[in-house]
Nanobody, 119 residues
């Protein structure tokens, strides 16, 4: 099972970016998909998560600006980020709590994608 993230880049403050993360491999169930971020010198933090039932949870810093969504048919999770601020600059990682075809439940991470917001 692999998670492949894409969509990062350089954007001006106030702009928008959409991140994508595709899960591939033999997957029976995806329980939760989430986005984390890690800024230089900081610990990795949860940005947003989405359960299989459709419940969402956002970091306070993301509320009202970011939206997490998922295309279940493609095992893809998105993070739409609007009104970006310089403090959103970080490497963004996707995460999935899923069960593989071997009936193993585990926590999987994508490779990270850089988002840089210029002020």
């Amino acid at each position: 099972v692999q998670l492949q993230a894409s969509g990062g880049g350089l954007v001006q403050a106030g702009g928008s970016v959409r991140l994508s993360c595709a899960a591939s491999g033999i997957i029976i169930t995806i329980n939760t998909m989430a986005w984390y971020r890690q800024a230089p010198g900081e610990e990795r933090e949860l940005v947003a998560e989405l359960t299989s039932g459709g419940s969402t949870n956002y970091a306070d810093s993301a509320k009202g600006r970011f939206t997490i969504s998922r295309d279940k048919s493609k095992n893809v999770v998105y993070l739409q980020m609007n009104n970006l601020k310089a403090e959103d600059t970080a490497v963004y990682y996707c995460n999935a709590d899923l069960t593989t075809g071997w009936r193993e439940r585990g926590d999987y991470w994508g490779q990270g994608t850089q988002v840089t917001v210029s002020s």
